[in-house]
């Protein structure tokens, strides 16, 4: 192999160019972005960046002891596959030929109907753009109260905003963590003074208002969907790589084609963990499967196989998240999830599915641990919040 891109410049792609490199690729490296930005981390866009305290997220990397040609402002359109290994990127700037791939393109942002204006929060352009409409007074209405949503409320309100937030499920996060978990995070908003509406769907975005489904208008000066994202694979449409939600690998984040690998939110990898397909949008993982698809790519053993984790900055809140909890049997709380600081854990019999915590880190540290090694824990124990989340 002596001719490998990355297309895309999120995390997982510059990770994916540092980890070829250490593991001694020693051929032409190209990462193709359709940002004009070097890459940058996300977490931050919803987070310091929107509030005004940090400007520039970008990833230190050292581009030329990388050996890599950046091609930013560059967008991959298709894929054309060579009948033995290889082929050719199609890009805005022309054909790309390769014989080793990775795919890191990421996740978009999902739109709603309507031609008024409304804002997204995906790229570093996004984030500052919003930043300019979240001045004091100004009426920010917020579609989707899952993570991002529950971030940028966070942010609007702390500037002074007068922020409403419309929810089409009977809770906030409900598609993440569940209703009973992600409805006791409903007081937050009206203790940051945020109108949470639930159970509301929203039609169209009209110029300066939403339309709801009830033929009810919601007036706002900036609106924001936080609704999802699904991951940025049209330009592999006809390439013939399986595409199911993501592109589809196995354990190792190889395609169907051994010379092609796919990771971070763009990829749905086989998880042996949980014996099923898994497509996570989560830094953690952008950060570190790129080791395991650089191994692969370069014809080393390696499989992904890591419980997810991820975190969030909310309302003066650290939640954290670790584990798979859509296949546990049951749901234990540790501590009252009342009071400031709380946790749940979710288990199958004595084995530790997956753990929320806010604002106890240990707790998460622990769990995760616990949750890495698949060792069975003291149920009894796991319930109470004055001892250490530990195996039996
Ligand atoms: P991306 O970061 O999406 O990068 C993909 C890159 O590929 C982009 O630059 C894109 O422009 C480019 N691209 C797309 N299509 C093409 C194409 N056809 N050709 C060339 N280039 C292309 N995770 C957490 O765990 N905790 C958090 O608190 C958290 N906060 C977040 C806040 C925000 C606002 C956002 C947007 C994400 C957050 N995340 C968080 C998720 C985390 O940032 C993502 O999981 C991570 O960025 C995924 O990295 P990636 O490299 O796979 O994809």
């Not at 996740?107 to 008024?116: E, K, N, R, S």
Request: hydrophobic fraction near 45%.
């Amino acid at each position: 192999m002596d001719r490998v891109i990355v297309a895309g410049g999120g995390l997982a792609g510059v990770r994916a160019v540092e980890a070829l490199r250490s593991k001694g690729y020693e051929g032409e490296l190209t990462l193709i972005s359709a940002e004009r930005h070097k890459p940058y981390d996300r977490p931050p866009l919803s987070k310091a960046v929107l509030a005004g305290e940090v400007d520039d997220t970008t990833v230190d990397a050292d581009w030329d002891g990388l050996r890599c040609e950046l091609l930013l402002g560059e967008r991959a359109t298709a894929l054309r596959l060579d009948a033995g290994r290889g082929g050719t990127v199609e890009t805005t700037a022309g054909d790309r030929p390769f014989d080793g791939l990775v795919i890191a393109t990421g996740a978009t942002p999902i739109t709603l109907p309507g031609d008024g204006p409304q804002h997204v929060l995906r790229t570093l352009d996004d984030s500052r753009r919003l930043r300019a409409g979240l001045t004091a007074g100004a009426r920010v209405v917020i579609v989707g109260a899952g993570w991002i949503g529950a971030e940028v409320a966070t942010t609007a309100a702390k500037k002074g905003c007068e922020v409403t937030v419309i929810e089409a499920a009977d809770a906030p996060l409900a598609n993440a963590v569940g209703p009973q978990v992600g409805g006791l995070t409903a007081r937050w908003y009206a203790e940051a003074g945020i109108d949470l509406r639930t159970g509301v769907k929203v039609a169209a975005v009209e110029h300066g208002r939403l339309l709801l489904a009830d033929g009810d208008h919601v007036a706002a000066d900036e609106i924001v969907v936080g609704v999802g994202v699904r991951p940025e694979v049209g330009w592999l449409a006809g390439s013939g790589l399986e595409i199911e939600g993501g592109v589809v690998t196995d354990a190792s984040l190889r395609t169907g084609r051994p010379e092609i690998v796919a990771v971070g939110d763009c990829a749905a990898w086989w998880s042996e963990r949980y014996g099923r397909r898994l497509l996570v949008e989560h830094w953690d993982t952008a950060l570190n499967a790129p080791d395991v698809a650089a191994a692969t790519l370069l014809g080393q053993e390696a499989s992904y196989d890591a419980a997810p984790y991820f975190w969030s900055e909310q309302f003066g809140k650290m939640v954290q998240y670790a584990g798979y909890h859509p296949v546990a049997e049951r749901m234990v709380f540790r501590g009252d999830p009342a009071a400031d600081k709380w946790a749940v854990c979710w288990l199958t019999g004595d084995r530790l599915d997956a753990i929320l915590t806010v604002d106890r880190p240990r707790d998460l540290v622990q769990a995760r641990r616990i949750i890495a090694a698949g060792t069975p824990v003291d149920p009894e124990a796991v319930a109470d919040p004055g001892v250490p989340v530990r195996q039996a």
